[in-house]
């Protein structure tokens, strides 16, 4: 049999690192391309060597040029945590809308099948809870979240422009706050910045009363259904999160016990148009991709806590 051969762009990141492990596993040809603006070679560095596997440093808002064939594109590229895409506004929209269209225009020459990377974000400070697929959201599109919010609501609708015009083979997975090993200790994110206070025994730093809340997936859990999806028949968005919500305050508190840290927690003020609410609606993962999380909060956060300690020390 040929190895089917996939292109993840952003592949050096968090997320994008561990979907290149998997497209190994499952005997993929994995082409890496990332431009290292937020990923790093690290995450990577134990595939420097593999005979199927190829890292590209490229920006994928220029033209994209792989040789050869090309059966899948994932399309992850971008930064995605609050702080990256509020010091790279212009970089955030560029890699939405520019990227995006070179990717799906590889996609097109290559006849290649598409997934791009969404996010629970186009969703904004939602009015419906929990969120589902059919929801269309509520974002302040020139609110500083805005350009992190509108460029996946714009790749989406790229993407299905293409799928429907073109004829290109196109999936969408809405992702939900991810968490795991390779994160950045200062990404910005509650989960790398809260295990670095505790680790450091530094106050947590709870943005407004603590009371928003997230739901917080597994990284194992959410490559298996990215897998699950670039495998399946369904064209339109899935979300892929764990329905498991808790509230800030809760979460802070949370990671103070695990830990082991005697930090205190104190309170900000709230970002303008921080999220209040946020819970997936996983019903039609579930029905299409028979994927639903393995693991609980606690348990992943276990199995995280020992790279966390690690980078901490490293620091």
Same mark, same amino acid.
């Given at each position: 049999m040929l190895t089917r051969k996939v292109l993840i762009t952003g592949g050096a990141g968090f997320l994008g690192s561990h979907l290149c492990d998997r497209y190994l596993k499952e005997d993929y040809e994995v082409i890496c391309m990332d431009n290292l603006i937020t990923g790093n070679a690290e995450n990577i560095a134990h595939?420097? =060597?593999?005979?199927?596997? /190829?890292?590209?440093?490229?920006d994928v808002t220029n033209y994209i040029y792989v040789e050869g064939d090309l059966d899948l594109i994932l399309h992850f590229a971008s930064p995605a945590s609050p702080i990256d895409y509020l010091e790279m506004p212009i970089q955030t929209l560029k890699v939405g809308s520019l990227g995006t269209h070179k990717a799906?225009?590889?996609?097109?020459?290559? =006849?290649?099948?598409?997934?791009?990377?969404?996010?629970? #974000?186009?969703?904004?400070?939602?009015?419906?809870?929990?969120?589902?697929?059919?929801?269309?959201?509520?974002?302040?599109?020139?609110?500083?979240? =805005?350009?992190?919010?509108?460029?996946?609501?714009?790749?989406?609708?790229? /993407?299905?422009?293409?799928?429907?015009?073109?004829?290109?083979? /196109?999936?969408?997975?809405?992702?939900?706050?991810?968490?795991?090993s390779r994160m950045r200790l200062r990404d910005g994110r509650a989960l790398p910045t809260f295990m670095r206070q505790a680790l450091n025994g530094n106050p947590l730093t709870v943005y407004g009363d603590g009371s928003q809340t997230r739901s917080f997936t597994y990284v194992d859990d959410q490559v298996e259904g990215i897998w699950r999806l670039s495998q399946s028949d369904y064209v339109e968005p899935v979300n892929v999160g764990n329905p498991e919500e808790i509230s800030i305050l809760e979460f802070a508190k949370e990671i103070i016990e695990l830990t082991g840290s005697k930090s205190?927690?104190?309170? #900000?003020?709230?970002? @303008?148009?921080?999220? &209040?609410?946020?819970?997936?609606?996983?019903?039609?993962?579930?029905?299409?991709?028979?994927? #639903?999380?393995?693991?609980?909060? @606690? #348990?992943?956060? &276990? &199995? /995280?806590?020992?790279?966390?300690k690690k980078k901490v020390l490293a620091e």
């Open positions: 595939l420097i =060597g593999n005979d199927n596997f /190829t890292f590209v440093k490229h799906l225009g590889l996609a097109k020459a290559k =006849g290649a099948r598409f997934l791009l990377a969404s996010t629970s #974000e186009v969703y904004g400070d939602p009015l419906v809870h929990p969120q589902k697929e059919d929801y269309w959201g509520n974002v302040n599109p020139i609110g500083d979240r =805005g350009v992190y919010d509108e460029a996946k609501r714009f790749a989406e609708a790229l /993407t299905m422009a293409y799928h429907r015009y073109h004829g290109v083979d /196109t999936r969408i997975v809405r992702i939900f706050n991810t968490y795991g205190k927690i104190v309170f #900000e003020e709230l970002p @303008k148009d921080d999220p &209040k609410i946020r819970q997936p609606d996983i019903s039609l993962a579930k029905k299409v991709l028979n994927w #639903e999380p393995r693991y609980n909060r @606690k #348990e992943g956060l &276990k &199995k /995280t806590l020992e790279y966390f």
